[in-house]
């Protein structure tokens, strides 16, 4: 069985940092594509940024230049770190991870965590 555990949000000010983890455990061959999507309530989950293992990045537009991914694939560990945050970043933020175990790769969401920007 696979658990993906994120840590890190919290309550900030407009301006302030917080640093999300996404940590994955159990049965573990290889960390594929890790995404971090945020959802507010009455929205679409949105996706807010991609990582691989290979090392490639992508952002959504709304939070280029002020997050950044990053990942420790030896700690099966994703890392998001968000500076310059605005109330508009608030929502609960989410993992989504597809782990290889054995032979098969499944997808697999973590519990969110919530991040309130407060102005």
């Known amino acids: 069985q696979v658990q993906l555990v994120e840590s890190g949000g919290g309550l900030v000010q407009a301006g302030g940092s917080l640093r999300l983890s996404c940590a994955a455990s159990?049965?573990?061959?290889?960390?594929?594509?890790v995404d971090w999507y945020r959802q507010v309530p009455g929205k679409q989950r949105e996706l807010v940024a991609t990582?691989?293992?290979?090392?490639?990045?992508t952002y959504a537009d709304s939070v280029k230049e002020r997050f950044t991914a990053s990942r420790d694939n030896t700690k099966n560990t994703v890392y998001l770190q968000m500076n310059s945050l605005k109330p508009a970043d608030t929502g609960v933020y989410y993992c989504y991870a597809l782990v290889t175990s054995g032979l098969y790769t499944t997808p697999y969401w973590g519990q969110g965590t919530q991040v309130t920007v407060s102005s």
């Open positions: 990582t691989t293992n290979s090392g490639y990045i």
């Open positions: 159990g049965s573990i061959s290889r960390l594929g594509a």
